[in-house]
């Protein structure tokens, strides 16, 4: 079965620290996707990044970056000089590789409350 | 391309009665999802739909919900005799077959049974 775990339930910071978002999965599945969301206070999810678990290859994107590390099944999310709008609660999530007819459901861990006070 | 339109966005019913959302997903993805997401926690997978077929449902489907998609376009999710235990956010997604960057989710329907 796969699982996602998100052991930081809230983590608050003053702006301009850096923050990083622990991940660690669990799937016996030797090809698989990885996923970060973000929520706002509206409630949309707002799909950040996603990975697949044959790029194991670090990504940056501005102030956001993620680092995949399959030897310990982690995929951890760093918020470089972080922002009051960075305030969200942030959502990692794992899928099967994509099927023809399969759901390729996200399974989801159960999120870290991030606050960054000005 | 307005995205993924969920109605209402909140509801407040009593129990024991029944309830229907609305999910509108980005017009060419063929791939339409519902999630339920309760207080604190991470959505959870309740169904999918691939054009108009329905073709996988969670163990959380209880047989008092239902959902379709006649035509393989917009979608409904209605539970039957609702209880307290079915308050939560009610989320829809979809995405491409193909193409699959994340699903684009919407905003969420917020259930309160009183």
């Known amino acids: 079965a796969q699982k996602v775990t998100q052991a930081q339930t809230e983590i608050s910071v003053v702006e301009k620290e850096d923050v990083t978002l622990d991940c660690v999965y669990e799937?016996?599945?030797?090809?698989?996707?990885l996923f970060w969301y973000k929520q706002p206070p509206s409630g949309e999810l707002v799909f950040l990044i996603r990975?697949?678990?044959?790029?194991?290859q670090n990504e940056i994107s501005g102030r956001y970056s993620w680092n995949f590390q399959k030897s310990t099944s982690s995929f951890n999310f760093t918020i470089t000089a972080s922002q009051v709008v960075d305030s969200a609660v942030y959502f990692c999530?794992?899928?099967?590789?994509?099927?023809?007819?399969?759901?390729?459901?996200?399974?989801f861990g159960q999120g870290t409350r991030l606050t960054i006070n000005p | 391309d307005t995205g993924v339109s969920q109605d209402p966005r909140h509801k407040i019913t009593k129990r024991g009665q029944n309830v229907t959302f609305r999910c509108d997903p980005i017009s060419e993805h063929n791939r339409l999802y519902w999630y339920r997401q309760t207080l604190g926690q991470g959505p959870e997978f309740l169904t999918y739909f691939q054009n108009e077929a329905q073709l996988e449902k969670s163990r959380l489907l209880s047989d008092r919900f239902s959902a379709e998609r006649p035509k393989g376009s917009f979608s409904t999710l209605e539970i039957q005799r609702t209880e307290q235990g079915d308050s939560a956010m009610y989320l829809c997604?979809?995405?491409?077959?193909?193409?699959?960057?994340?699903?684009?989710f919407g905003s969420g329907t917020r259930l309160t049974v009183v």
């Open positions: 990975r697949n678990s044959f790029d194991e």
């Open positions: 799937t016996r599945d030797t090809t698989y996707y």
């Open positions: 997604a979809s995405s491409l077959s193909a193409r699959t960057y994340g699903y684009t």
């Open positions: 999530a794992l899928s099967e590789a994509e099927v023809s007819q399969g759901a390729q459901k996200l399974v």
